[in-house]
């Protein structure tokens, strides 16, 4: 199967609430990417991880990376409306961008 | 910084014709710009890496007569889809990056292709 993998595929949660999302991986890594796409757009880079940081922030969004694991997650506190959009984790074998299936993440206001 | 565009944003074509992607850096200079392709409700699936002044790099199973690609500039690559089938219709993304292959891709817009 395809290099990073990501669960839930589906996510709807209500405004206010968090939203965490996993993204699990086969090989080594430099580094982990995260990336936001809003329905028919480009993709939005939200924060790289690299292999040697367990933990990273930006504003309201928290990723971990496990390396042991071979997985990571990605939190998004006190959701909003415009934080719907599919979420995408890259990883980059042979320096190349591998992207996940995506999780779908739907914020009901 | 670090813009990306793509152009046109989308196109619908007849069965047969051939199909012209630009994929342009606008603030900074690109060593290596990415293609990829997305079906509906899938990710991304990277077709072939262009290098300024040399020939791409196919993935496997992307055909590279069909998919031309030409990165005559350090802000330009461009993407033609040859004798377009309605099952080449996807959403075709473009992605450039500054410096070394593990610096911070930045993804244009996307192009939305539709073959009749």
């Known amino acids: 199967s395809q290099q990073g993998e990501e669960d839930p595929q589906a996510l709807s949660i209500q405004e206010g609430e968090n939203a965490t999302m996993n993204c699990s991986y086969k090989t080594s890594i430099n580094n982990l990417q995260w990336y936001r796409q809003n329905s028919g757009r480009g993709l939005v880079h939200l924060i790289l991880?690299?292999?040697?940081?367990r933990e990273k922030h930006s504003g309201r969004l928290r990723v971990t990376l496990d390396t042991s694991k071979k997985s990571s997650s990605l939190l998004i506190t006190a959701s909003r409306a415009a934080d719907t959009a599919s979420y995408f984790c890259?990883?980059?074998?042979?320096?190349?961008?591998?992207f996940g299936g995506g999780t779908r993440v739907l914020v009901k206001p | 910084g670090a813009v990306v565009s793509q152009h046109p944003s989308w196109v619908i074509c007849k069965s047969g014709t051939s199909v012209k992607i630009e994929c342009r850096s606008l603030d900074f200079q690109a060593t290596t710009m990415f293609w990829y392709r997305q079906f509906p409700k899938q990710s991304l699936m990277l077709m072939a890496t262009?290098?300024?002044?040399?020939?791409?790099?196919?993935e496997q199973g992307v055909e590279k007569d069909k998919f031309l690609i030409n990165h005559a500039s350090l802000t330009l690559s461009t993407l033609t889809v040859t004798s377009a089938h309605p099952e080449d219709s996807s959403f075709y993304i473009c992605?450039?990056?500054?410096?070394?292959?593990?610096?911070?891709?930045?993804f244009g817009p996307g192009t939305r292709l539709t073959v009749l």
């Open positions: 890259a990883t980059d074998p042979s320096n190349k961008l591998t």
């Open positions: 262009s290098n300024e002044g040399s020939k791409a790099t196919y």
């Open positions: 991880i690299r292999s040697n940081e």
């Open positions: 992605s450039a990056i500054a410096g070394g292959l593990t610096d911070t891709q930045y």
